[in-house]
């Protein structure tokens, strides 16, 4: 009986309506990246600006350690991480998560890179990728797993996937975005953009 809970709660987390989620009004290759100071797993405050004095930097975002989507992703990108740093880049994941929990995941999943608490997803909101979950998803989201525990808030909204790569001068040179939690930036590519990029 558990087996089979635990097995259609992930079947409801795979159906999300992609709709209220416009991956056209999030900041594309050409812009200037907003400059941040967010709070790793530690507390420990990590600025953007600080980063890019040392190399490009590529950022990407995700739901949540309840995600498993998300898990994949961050182990592809763990996997990818001695490659990034051989182009001379910073790899960094945020999250809407609170930092327990965020903290929880890095260890859980070996993450060796830095894992910023985007707090009520303000960073995202000036990158354009915030949307709120439609009435029912937030229910179950709610009844599910409790994202409000998680988020440290009822706001109902989460960042879309997104990854992007920062030149030095702040500006935007790669950018995947998907409405679809599903789909995530290919670290292979986005390890040969830093190639064309040097």
Known sequence: MKILKTLLFAVLLTVVPIYGQDASKALKVGD?????????ALGKKVKLSALLKKGNVVLTWYRGGWCPYCNRALQSWQEALP???AQGATFIALTPELPDYSLSNKEKHHLQFEVLTDLNNEVARSYGLVFTLDEATATRYEQGFGLSAYNGNHLNQLPMPATYIIDQKGVIQYAFVNPDHTQRANPEEVIKKLKEMK
């Open 83 to 85: 490659e990034l740093k």
């Open 32 to 40: 200037k990246a907003p400059n941040f100071t967010l709070k790793n």
